[in-house]
Every structure is written in structure tokens, then in C-alpha cells.
């Protein structure tokens, strides 16, 4: 069985500038890739997913936590990369809620503000050091439990509703 470093490999520095501006790229694809004519709001992707029943949710938390991993490359704290999970929780479990997540997506935009996080600790470079690989895989494990919810949320609430309409 081969021996696995215990700490991620951090991203050089002349490195990190392609890797955080494919990142922005991303951030804007998923929150703000069209402009609404005549305003400065911005939809993106993951709005749009989150209408799609059930997996659209599923898919843009899937999304929103490769910018985490990625951040977790560039040398992101433990703090920052779990403020970045909240706001994905947020976004996912809030997002979920039919009707109201739909609108709830449209105005919250979670990978605009993780990427804000991680730009924010890269201006301060002392603070950088490797990510514990352990904690990185229990922060994915826990995207994977929100996403597993975010299937089975919305088929209780349908069923529950179902119930209360038909009386059965």
C-alpha cells in the first residue's frame, strides 16, 4: 500500500495566478455569467441548475466544491476554507426549499463571495501553510452528506405536500 503524504501539496506562487483566475472564470460561469438587461444583476449557472428538480441543487454544490479544493491547493486556512463550506451549506440546503431556494439562488451567490474569501487570505501570504489532507477529504465528505440531502429533501417535502393535497 503506498505511503500518502499527510499534507496536500501547496500551489507555487508563480503558479497560483492561472489557478485563481480559472476559479474567478468558474465563479462568474456559476453566479453571473448573464447580465439582466438594464440592471447590474448578474444569473449564473447555478441558479439555473437549481431549478432542475431534485439533482439541479446536487450539481451546483458539486460545482461550487471544486473551487474549495482548489483553494485548499493555493493554501487556504482551515478558517477560510470553512467559511467557504458554510456558504455552500447555505446555498445548498436553502436552495433545496422549493419556490423559495429557486428565488433564494438567484439572489445568493456563494462562489462570488468564496472566491472574495480566498483572494482575501492570498493577500496575506504569511498565514499560508499546507492543508492537512485528512481535513480536506472530511470537508468533501461533508459536501458529499449536503449534496446526499439535497437529494432526499426535496422528495420529503413533495411527499409531504402530496399528502396534505390528496389526503392519502
Sequence with gaps: MP???????????DAKAPTLR?????????????TVPGTKVGVGLDPILGLLPIGGDVLGVILSSYIIVEAARLGASRATLGRMVFNIIIDGLVGAIPMLGDLFDF???ANTL??????????????TKKVDKW????LIAGLLLIAIVLVILPMIVIRWLWQAFTGS
Design 114 to 127: 468564496n472566491i472574495q474569501l480566498l483572494e482575501d487570505h492570498l493577500k496575506s501570504p504569511q498565514q
Design 135 to 138: 481535513f480536506i477529504l472530511a
Design 107 to 109: 439572489a445568493w451567490k
Design 22 to 34: 480559472r476559479l474567478r472564470q468558474l465563479s462568474r460561469l456559476l453566479d453571473n455569467v448573464i
Design 3 to 13: 505511503d500518502f503524504p499527510s499534507r496536500l501539496p501547496i500551489t507555487e506562487p
